[in-house]
């Protein structure tokens, strides 16, 4: 993805040159023309077309945002309500992630998200352990929720 | 209403929602039994207090002042990226140190592996 980016910038520049005007105009418009050029020639790279993870990662960044005011939301009824009747509880998660930044994103994600937060991953990084403030109607409903960011983060790496 | 005053309304909004959730996550981190739970109310709560804070700061000298604050920008972006690792680590560090959960606690997966970390340390 990084090396389209890359190739992406130097056909703009080569368009600078060819019209030679060095304004940040042209640049973008270089930058639309070798936009096109890379679109067409999409087969000859070995990853999918860069825009694709870009448009996922805007998703994920949007996603970030809910879960971050939904777990607040749940965070202030539990802190709120008269009694404490929460059952919180540690469980193990098995990772599909494999990379260490995607581990590190996918608990980032995790933290922020509606009454659970990651304690712990296991040495060989196949295990994540996360407590949850309140087990019974949360553990599966989590459980889903991660299997969505999960792949989410592996459309972004693929 | 013009503009001003609709800025104005959004602004008042986002920093007493702000504090509002600033003060709930100091009302947690009194009322919850262990450090695991208080560590969720805090952990969230003041992140997104904060946020909300230096997002209507941001607002407010950029409509009135007419002044970009690039800082408070980059300041939100920060506190977003480091405040969920932090409470990682303080709960980490608290649960191999042998702080117990609450007993209210159902169940524990982790127990085992602490088990076998506490035996290697001693050995």
Redesign the interface.
């Known amino acids: 993805m990084a090396q389209q980016l890359l190739l992406n910038v130097v056909l703009a520049f080569v368009w600078m040159f060819l019209a030679d005007s060095f304004t940040g105009s042209s640049f973008v418009i270089g930058y639309l023309l070798g936009l096109g050029i890379m679109f067409a020639l999409r087969r000859y790279f070995s990853t999918t077309f860069y825009v694709v993870p870009l448009f996922v990662i805007g998703k994920l960044t949007v996603i970030f945002m809910k879960e971050l005011l939904l777990a607040n939301w749940a965070v202030l009824k539990i802190v709120l309500s008269p009694s404490l009747d929460m059952k919180p509880c540690i469980f193990a998660l098995p990772l599909e992630v494999k990379k260490d930044w995607e581990i590190t994103l996918l608990s980032s994600l995790i933290t922020l998200t509606p009454g659970t937060f990651v304690i712990d991953v296991s040495d060989d990084k196949k295990l994540i352990y996360i407590h949850t403030i309140d087990a019974p109607d949360v553990d599966e409903v989590i459980r889903q929720i991660k299997t969505s960011f999960e792949k989410t983060i592996l459309e972004v790496s693929r | 209403m013009n503009v001003t005053e609709i800025i104005e309304g959004l602004v008042v909004l986002l920093v007493v929602a702000g504090a509002l ?1 600033t003060v ?2 100091a ?2 981190a009194l ?4 450090i ?2 208080r ?3 805090i ?3 003041t ?2 207090g904060i946020m909300l804070i230096l997002t209507g700061t941001l607002l407010h000298f950029w409509f009135r002042h007419d002044h970009v604050n690039s800082r408070l920008l980059l300041a939100i972006v920060f506190i977003f ?1 480091t405040s ?2 932090s ?2 680590l303080i ?2 560090a608290a ?1 191999y140190s042998g702080v117990r ?2 007993e ?7 127990a085992e ?1 602490r088990e076998t970390l506490a035996k290697s340390a001693k050995r």
């Open positions: 959730l709930i996550s009302i947690g009322r919850l039994p262990d695991y739970t560590s969720h109310a952990s969230k709560s992140t997104l990226l969920p690792v409470a990682h709960s980490r649960y959960p609450w209210g606690t159902v169940r524990d997966d982790l592996r």
